[in-house]
């Protein structure tokens, strides 16, 4: 254990805050060092692919449903080259989670993603107003039936406990309070376009009370965007955004000490997330023998680097026609993705309730991990679970003979697994059972022994 090399500091980072890396990705990440590296990344040198907007995955019936939804975000996670982006797009579309069952309008949930994609690595103030003002926010907190005379308090609530300062830092008379302040703050739904239907916010000043409020000791004429600057001003939220964000990004239950260091910086940029990854990325905490794959892998972690190590996510993206809508056929890495995050717990646009997934030692039970075996048989063999196989190649990972030993090896680089003598032996034993059968085959029992293994369940 420990990070000796820049090599193994820049994989380490491109686990944390990209979206895994492919042999290739890490040569050019890792060139000149790891400042360079964090740059690289921080900095979004690498050119974006040219990615499909939503109105490409509109189903026959001139609607993007939900599963269209999911692919289009899955093909974005595969080819994308903005990684720390999207990496941060998942980790706010959990801290904001909204699910498309209550929402029911897939095109409100697109609009929702892009709208974390955009402001993902602005001020925290920023985002948390967009999303305030976000029709799928409207609708999944209930705020449009928030109005004078007769309070909605689900999202003041929400806004306060789950989204900012955290419970014990508001008392019932706040959260009445603010609820008037966000009263009027509603949408307006727009049919047709080119995802079906759309949906804008609407301030309906008619029934927003403008009666006096007092909310954490601030009293006057106070409105939605007076409670948002009061919250984000409270060091309350700048330390349980950094708690969460350690416990994401590089390991579970940091000191108080640690995490009022890394608050104080964050409420001094003004709570810029993008400086905050700067601190974090090139502090002795993220390159300690502590943080090294310390965190377990969400679905996201697990099966969306699988698949963009293999290159998949690159030749998808570059297969994709410039205009029209898109062949069911070329979406299946994308469909097949989706689907296997949802078995193993990460349903993306449908998190289980609004304080999102628990994330940590809860993404490992006895069902997720047979479908994260059973993603070995999506990647080269026929499928499982309901899945069709990818039957990626496996030969044209290798350079010389298709051995079990050459088999084994090459997944565990190819995959950044850890360096396990054992795990490695096994996985060369079980691709030797089935060595008559071809290389994709030794690839898939290799990989099911990989996949099992308790080291690869962390990044």
Same mark, same amino acid.
């Given at each position: 254990m420990g990070l000796a090399t820049d090599r193994e500091k820049t994989a380490h980072l491109l686990r944390r805050f990209g979206l895994g890396a492919s042999v290739e990705e890490l040569d050019f990440y890792s060139e000149g060092g790891y400042a360079r590296a964090v740059d690289r990344l921080l900095g979004?040198?690498?050119?974006?692919?040219?990615?499909?907007?939503?109105?490409?995955?509109?189903?026959?019936?001139?609607?993007?449903?939900?599963?269209?939804?999911?692919?289009?975000?899955?093909?974005?996670?595969l080819g994308t080259r903005r990684v720390l982006r999207e990496k941060l797009t998942v980790f706010w579309?959990?801290?904001?989670?909204?699910?498309?069952?209550?929402?029911?309008?897939? *095109? %409100?949930? &697109?609009?929702?993603?892009?709208?974390? =994609? +955009?402001? $993902?690595?602005?001020?925290? #103030?920023?985002?948390? !107003?967009?999303?305030?003002?976000?029709?799928?926010?409207v609708v999944w907190l209930d705020n449009?039936?928030?109005?004078?005379?007769?309070?909605?308090?689900?999202?003041?609530?929400?806004v306060m406990e789950l989204f900012t300062i955290g419970i014990g830092h508001y008392n019932e008379e706040d959260v009445r309070e603010a609820a008037r302040a966000f009263t009027g703050w509603s949408l307006r739904r727009i049919p047709g376009? *080119? %995802?079906? &239907?759309?949906?804008?916010?609407?301030? =309906? +000043?008619? $029934?927003?009370?403008?009666? #006096?409020?007092?909310? !954490?000791?601030?009293?006057?004429d106070l409105g939605g965007e007076d409670v948002i600057r009061l919250l984000c001003q409270r060091p309350e939220t700048s330390r349980r955004l950094v708690r969460k964000f350690f416990a994401w990004f590089v390991r579970p239950n940091p000191d108080d000490a640690t995490v009022e260091r890394f608050a104080k910086a964050y409420r001094?940029?003004?709570?810029?997330?993008?400086?905050?990854?700067?601190?974090?990325? %090139?502090?002795?905490?993220?390159?300690?023998?502590?943080?090294e794959r310390a965190v377990v892998k969400s679905p996201v972690d697990f099966v969306i680097p699988t698949l963009r190590q293999l290159g998949v996510g690159e030749r998808l993206a570059q297969s994709l026609p410039p205009e029209g809508q898109l062949p069911r056929r070329l979406l299946l890495p994308a469909l097949a993705a989706g689907q296997a995050m949802r078995a193993m717990g990460m349903a993306l646009l449908a998190p289980p309730d609004v304080s999102g997934w628990e994330g940590g030692p809860a993404w490992i039970?006895?069902?997720?991990?047979?479908?994260r075996i059973?993603?070995?048989?999506?990647?080269?063999?026929?499928?499982?679970?309901?899945?069709?196989?990818?039957?990626?190649?496996?030969?044209s990972l290798l350079e010389a003979e298709a051995t079990p030993s050459a088999v084994a090896a090459r997944l565990f680089e190819v995959f950044d697994a850890p360096a396990d003598p054992e795990t490695l032996s096994l996985a060369t034993q079980a691709a030797a059972t089935k060595k008559g059968s071809g290389t994709n085959a030794m690839a898939e029992a290799a990989s099911q022994v990989l996949f099992a293994s308790p080291a690869f369940q962390y990044a």
């Amino acid at each position: 254990m420990g990070l000796a090399t820049d090599r193994e500091k820049t994989a380490h980072l491109l686990r944390r805050f990209g979206l895994g890396a492919s042999v290739e990705e890490l040569d050019f990440y890792s060139e000149g060092g790891y400042a360079r590296a964090v740059d690289r990344l921080l900095g979004e040198s690498a050119e974006e692919a040219p990615l499909p907007d939503a109105a490409r995955f509109v189903g026959a019936n001139g609607r993007l449903n939900p599963p269209d939804a999911v692919a289009w975000w899955v093909v974005r996670l595969l080819g994308t080259r903005r990684v720390l982006r999207e990496k941060l797009t998942v980790f706010w579309h959990n801290h904001f989670a909204t699910s498309v069952v209550k929402v029911g309008a897939a *095109p %409100l949930m &697109v609009a929702q993603i892009e709208t974390l =994609r +955009r402001l $993902a690595l602005g001020p925290f #103030e920023d985002l948390l !107003l967009a999303l305030s003002r976000d029709p799928a926010m409207v609708v999944w907190l209930d705020n449009a039936q928030n109005v004078k005379g007769k309070p909605n308090e689900n999202f003041a609530r929400e806004v306060m406990e789950l989204f900012t300062i955290g419970i014990g830092h508001y008392n019932e008379e706040d959260v009445r309070e603010a609820a008037r302040a966000f009263t009027g703050w509603s949408l307006r739904r727009i049919p047709g376009g *080119p %995802l079906g &239907v759309s949906a804008e916010f609407l301030y =309906r +000043r008619a $029934a927003h009370d403008d009666g #006096e409020k007092t909310v !954490l000791g601030t009293k006057g004429d106070l409105g939605g965007e007076d409670v948002i600057r009061l919250l984000c001003q409270r060091p309350e939220t700048s330390r349980r955004l950094v708690r969460k964000f350690f416990a994401w990004f590089v390991r579970p239950n940091p000191d108080d000490a640690t995490v009022e260091r890394f608050a104080k910086a964050y409420r001094e940029s003004g709570l810029n997330t993008l400086a905050l990854v700067r601190a974090v990325v %090139l502090s002795p905490e993220f390159l300690s023998p502590q943080a090294e794959r310390a965190v377990v892998k969400s679905p996201v972690d697990f099966v969306i680097p699988t698949l963009r190590q293999l290159g998949v996510g690159e030749r998808l993206a570059q297969s994709l026609p410039p205009e029209g809508q898109l062949p069911r056929r070329l979406l299946l890495p994308a469909l097949a993705a989706g689907q296997a995050m949802r078995a193993m717990g990460m349903a993306l646009l449908a998190p289980p309730d609004v304080s999102g997934w628990e994330g940590g030692p809860a993404w490992i039970s006895s069902a997720t991990m047979a479908e994260r075996i059973r993603w070995a048989s999506t990647l080269f063999g026929s499928g499982g679970g309901g899945r069709p196989g990818l039957r990626y190649p496996a030969e044209s990972l290798l350079e010389a003979e298709a051995t079990p030993s050459a088999v084994a090896a090459r997944l565990f680089e190819v995959f950044d697994a850890p360096a396990d003598p054992e795990t490695l032996s096994l996985a060369t034993q079980a691709a030797a059972t089935k060595k008559g059968s071809g290389t994709n085959a030794m690839a898939e029992a290799a990989s099911q022994v990989l996949f099992a293994s308790p080291a690869f369940q962390y990044a």
